[in-house]
């Protein structure tokens, strides 16, 4: 079966004025149109391509590759907006629409934002949507604390920024865990926190206790480094001079200076700590 909005590894069957007709070996056949045919190829060869609806809503391959597929969380580029919806730009031929009932707020032409793919069951085409959260669910989760998880940044919210857990749930990043710029659509890796009671979910984007120590000592090292191996920063420093300098709380701060002094790896001095 070939699926609309995926990868498929079809065969080439024919080789027509068009383009090539290629199949998954059971009845489906879908066309590669001549501007993505490549320039040597053999009859029963296999190729990998995107499968869509092209602008008169027939199935199409194309060897380009889109920036967000079925299933899947981008932040996209909203091209034009008509009577009908939003039109947004996904690096293929045919735009992807996104329906004004799937719109969180207004799109505007000329922004960006963050949507989900999927396939509409009752007019079968893709659609986008940036209500990202109804996509997420909480109740069954598949993850617990300490575990590392892939994140998409998704809205800020009054105490931090919400945030896409490994494209299945919801979890939040408070202010205070926040030591860089981080802004809607990053990809980052992160760590899960806390477990809550309801399923919510408490995300840092350092690693937590222990495991902490070693990033976070590697990049105080760097930054010593970095600076002729000196830093004007120790435990009476305040945490927003170790914010601004290092993008870290002073908690961690301390933890990693501690191991590196542990270590001999540095010397503290009345005015900051310089590298061994």
């Not at 960006?112 to 997420?136: G, I, P, Q």
């Not at 399923?199 to 002729?228: C, T, V, W």
Request: proline share 4%; aromatic share 10%.
């Amino acid at each position: 079966m070939i699926h609309l909005g995926e990868y498929n590894t079809l065969e080439i069957l024919r080789d027509t004025e068009p383009g090539l007709f290629l199949g998954d070996g059971e009845e489906g056949e879908v066309l590669l149109p001549n501007r993505y045919v490549p320039e040597d190829f053999e009859i029963g060869e296999k190729l990998e391509v995107f499968v869509y609806l092209d602008n008169e809503e027939r199935p199409v391959a194309t060897t380009d590759k889109p920036f967000i597929k079925k299933g899947d969380f981008a932040l996209l580029r909203c091209n034009e907006v008509t009577k009908f919806g939003a039109f947004l730009d996904w690096g293929l031929v045919k735009e992807l629409f996104c329906p004004f009932k799937e719109q969180a707020f207004k799109m505007k032409s000329g922004g960006w934002y963050l949507v989900y793919c999927y396939l509409d069951e009752d007019t079968e085409r893709l659609v986008a949507s940036s209500k990202t959260n109804r996509f997420l669910d909480n109740k069954e989760l598949t993850v617990q604390q300490f575990d590392e998880v892939d994140l998409i940044v998704s809205h800020p919210s009054e105490i931090g920024m919400n945030v896409i857990v490994n494209k299945k749930h919801l979890g939040l990043v408070f202010k205070d865990d926040i030591y860089k710029d981080i802004s809607v659509g990053d990809r980052l890796k992160g760590v899960v926190k806390k477990v809550r009671h309801d399923n919510k979910l408490d995300i840092s984007l350092n690693q937590i206790g222990y495991r902490n120590i070693e990033p976070n000592a590697e990049f105080i090292l760097n930054e010593l480094k970095d600076n002729s191996g000196f830093l004007p920063l120790h435990d009476k420093s305040s945490p927003e001079d170790i914010k601004e300098h290092l993008q870290m709380s002073k908690k961690a701060f301390k933890k990693a200076v501690g191991s590196l002094y542990k270590d001999r790896l540095i010397t503290i001095e009345e005015n900051g700590i310089r590298l061994v």
